[in-house]
Every structure is written in structure tokens, then in C-alpha cells.
């Protein structure tokens, strides 16, 4: 757990005030999420599908606009839910996310004041990264 800051109370009034355009008419559970990504903060929510797996959450759509913009040096993501105790991120988005920050601060809000700052690395220890890659790379292809 990480002390809360201004600048992560700012990202988490982003990701508040996007909520309210979610999409979620299966689930009626609003999502909202920031990223702070090269000084700009870049906002998703999450978009729900008739195909129920087509649903993507909001932290994965602001990552998404984040990067399309050309801005990968993400430092924090905001995630605010309908939850009343804070929305922690779902586990598909903590590895979307460490892709490009595993330290990356994560707050994280819900419908009651109690907020929670984590470091990403606390949610997803142990994660896959592309280092691995590059190890199967220089033992060569035993398959
Ligand atoms: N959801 C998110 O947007 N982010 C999360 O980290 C958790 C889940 C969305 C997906 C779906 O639209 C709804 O919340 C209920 O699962």
C-alpha cells in the first residue's frame, strides 16, 4: 500500500468523472479509468458487448487511447467502479498494464471515499514480461 498523493487524487477525478459514460447495459457495473502517460492523462471506460467476451474494461480503453496517441511512459492508471469499496483492476488489465510499467502506481476508487494506492507489481507479482521472450530466444527452439 502507497500513501496518497494530490496528482493521484487528480487521476482519480478523471477516471470519476468518465465513469458516467460507460457502457455497461448487461452488467449495469460502470467502470472508469486514467492513465497518466507522458505528462497527458488519456481516459477509458468499459464497453460491454451482446457477445458477452467482446466486453472490454476501462482501464484496457485507456491504455489503448494512451498508446495510440504514441504516449507509452505510463506512471500511474486511476480506476474508479460501482463498487462501494474500491474497484481493483481485473487480472487481463494488470497484465495489459505491466507491459508497460510494472512499478506503475494504481489507484484505485469506488463508490464510498475509502481509496486505495497500490504499485502495480503488488497486484501482479511474478509477471509475465517480454524478458522471457528473449530468454526462449537464446536457448534457441528445442521444440
Ligand atoms: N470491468 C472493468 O471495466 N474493469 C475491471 O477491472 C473490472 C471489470 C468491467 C467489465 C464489465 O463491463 C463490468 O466491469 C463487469 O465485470
Do not use: H, W
Not at 23 to 42: H, T
Amino acid at each position: 500500500m502507497r500513501n496518497l498523493t494530490q496528482p493521484d487524487l487528480a487521476l482519480l477525478a478523471f477516471a470519476r468523472e468518465v465513469k458516467r459514460n460507460a457502457y455497461a447495459p448487461y452488467s449495469e457495473f460502470r467502470v472508469g479509468a486514467a492513465v497518466y502517460a507522458s505528462g497527458e492523462i488519456f481516459q477509458g471506460v468499459n464497453v460491454e458487448n451482446a457477445a458477452y467476451g467482446s466486453t472490454l474494461c476501462a482501464e484496457r480503453g485507456a491504455l489503448m487511447a494512451a498508446v495510440a496517441a504514441g504516449c507509452k511512459e505510463i506512471d500511474a492508471v486511476a480506476v474508479v467502479g460501482d463498487s462501494e469499496s474500491p474497484t481493483v483492476p481485473c487480472g487481463a488489465c494488470r497484465q495489459a498494464l505491466t507491459e508497460f510499467n510494472p512499478q506503475m502506481r494504481v489507484i484505485m476508487g469506488g463508490r464510498s471515499d475509502e481509496v486505495l494506492v497500490m504499485g502495480l507489481d503488488e497486484l501482479l507479482p511474478e509477471a509475465f514480461v517480454r524478458g522471457y521472450l528473449d530468454q526462449d530466444e537464446e536457448q534457441g527452439d528445442e521444440a
